[in-house]
């Protein structure tokens, strides 16, 4: 019996396509509509749920048309780009990601620069003119495809970068000059044989089978499965994989990678959100590993990309319905959306939100209650700390609130901690396997990272308060100790995070608690028609 849906859509300018969510993921929903609105999205294809179904049903067995489906999807993208995939002279780059119809954000495996080997690397050097850059994404993709496919310790990469750093006495990887990446490269390379025996495969056919299995792979993870089971996720199918042609945020100086909400995700107040990133490729400002630009910096050095930013997020906002959570590269000079979905956000947001949604007459009134129905009115408060005591510093607010707590260093300790006595997780910086921490902790403290980060995204989901980016922040998990400044603070002490300034005070802060009756009347006299 022939399918309803086929196994393989496509999507890119100039193509129209209904994709629906339930057979070829969000992403690859959202991509195809923003395609239909001649929004810049990179071309690429999607594979049909069906296909993990599949695989999983036949003990992670790959279907024996795949490779006659990623063919036929390589074929699409190379004429939408004029480019062709493993060619030594004008080579095409895919990304290839997972497509659930549920956001998991940071959970599922992605994986970059898929295409690239020696051969190709001299073709995107001739074809740019620019072996910094080509260098730069040839490392990339190492460390990815050997930590998602070969299930390399990422440690092992991270060691060899931060001693080419030292090395250079630089700060950033953006600043790491041509002959580092070099030799980075051949490090990792290196990795293969002295972990797999084997040396990196240089097949882009092969490249490309291993990474789709590798997100196919991943929809069964420890931490994706901890993250359905946490988030109530059970009427999933599967994922699909979306693969599409690669744009480089890592180019040149007008280039970068962002991501911006279009309503800020814990107050609600109107207008763009944004964190970018210079010199960089999409994980590197999800990751929460790395610290970012600010959005005044963004904006005073591309205007032109952030004003085409901020039209193209009304535009997402009218046609979804919803804030949106946007991620976007700009690759010297021109903007590309990779992604955009409904915005996880405070409940005070929420509320906010919904009633600045219907008040723009953006959305109907029954839409504006049936994005409350599961908020408790009742509990929404804005907390600050009255504290006269100074901070011991700041960082970077990513949630409201006020949140105490017996510090933990380890996701594993907080789990050890009596939940009645509040528990702070602190982090150089945290990730989505940090999620059985994160579920425990009233609050989230990192050393570094963006207030969009992978991790920030799922403590607000979850309802924690979060600051990252606390640069006089010093992390000994072995010691059981971390500095603020000067302060000595062990595992078992307590500290308050203040959601609304960012700031970090030692002990449990005094709370003073405001309710937003404005905002509640209004809800109100909605409901009451």
Not at 253 to 267: H, I, L, M
Not at 307 to 319: D, V, W
Not at 474 to 501: K, N, Q, V, W
Request: hydrophobic fraction near 40%; glycine fraction near 10%.
């Amino acid at each position: 019996m022939q399918e309803k849906y086929p196994r393989i859509i496509f999507f890119g300018p100039g193509r129209k396509a209904q994709v629906p969510a339930r057979e070829y993921g969000n992403k690859a929903a959202v991509l195809a509509t923003m395609a239909n609105l001649a929004i810049p999205v990179p071309p690429g294809f999607a594979l049909n749920v069906s296909i993990c179904e599949e695989y999983f049903r036949n003990n992670r067995t790959l279907p024996p048309d795949l490779p006659d489906m990623l063919q036929e999807g390589i074929r699409w993208i190379e004429r939408a780009m004029d480019l062709s995939f493993g060619s030594g002279r004008r080579p095409l780059l895919v990304s290839v990601r997972s497509g659930a119809p549920v956001t998991m954000p940071g959970v599922m495996d992605t994986i970059l620069n898929v295409g690239l080997n020696r051969e190709t690397l001299r073709g995107l050097i001739v074809m740019t003119g620019n072996p910094r850059f080509a260098w730069d994404s040839y490392r990339r993709f190492l460390e990815q495809f050997g930590t998602s496919v070969f299930g390399h310790n990422p440690k092992v990469y991270r060691t060899i970068v931060r001693e080419a750093m030292a090395g250079e006495d630089i700060d950033d990887e953006a600043a790491l000059d041509f002959h580092s990446l070099q030799e980075i490269a051949g490090q990792f390379e290196k990795v293969y044989l002295r972990q797999d025996g084997r040396p990196f495969p240089t097949d882009v056919g092969e490249q490309l089978a291993c990474a789709t299995e590798a997100v196919l792979s991943s929809w069964m993870s420890p931490r994706a499965e901890q993250f359905r089971r946490l988030n109530l996720v059970r009427e999933a199918r599967g994922t699909a994989v979306t693969i599409q042609a690669m744009v480089f945020g890592n180019l040149g100086a007008a280039s970068g990678a962002g991501v911006a909400f279009s309503r800020n995700p814990w107050t609600g107040e109107p207008g763009l959100l944004v964190d970018f990133k210079f010199g960089a490729q999409g994980e590197d400002v999800v990751s929460g590993d790395m610290e970012v630009a600010t959005q005044d910096e963004f904006r005073q050095r591309l205007p032109a990309e952030y004003s085409a930013l901020q039209k193209i997020a009304a535009q997402l906002e009218r046609e979804f319905g919803d804030m949106q959570d946007i991620e976007f590269t700009v690759q010297e000079g021109s903007l590309y959306i990779l992604q955009s979905r409904s915005g996880k956000r405070a409940p005070y947001a929420a509320l906010r939100i919904a009633i600045d949604l219907w008040q723009e007459g953006i959305i109907f009134r029954d839409e504006a209650l049936r994005m409350l129905e599961n908020i408790d009115t009742n509990t929404i408060v804005l907390r600050r700390v009255q504290s006269a005591n100074p901070p011991l510093s700041w960082g970077i607010s990513a949630s409201l609130g006020v949140a105490s707590g017996r510090i933990a260093l380890t996701p594993s300790q907080a789990l050890r901690f009596p939940r009645e006595e509040g528990i702070i997780l602190v982090r150089e910086t945290a990730s989505p396997d940090d999620i059985e921490g994160i579920d425990v902790s009233d609050g989230l403290l990192c050393a570094r990272g963006a207030r969009t980060s992978h991790a920030a995204v799922v403590a607000r989901q979850m309802g924690k308060v979060c600051i990252v980016g606390c640069r006089d922040l010093t992390i000994s998990p072995e010691r059981h100790l971390c500095r603020i400044r000067d302060t000595a603070l062990y595992e078992g002490d307590f500290i308050t995070l203040d959601g609304e300034t960012g700031a970090i005070y030692a002990g449990v802060g005094e709370v003073v608690n405001e309710r937003p009756d404005a905002l509640i009347g209004i809800l109100q006299s909605l409901k009451s028609g």
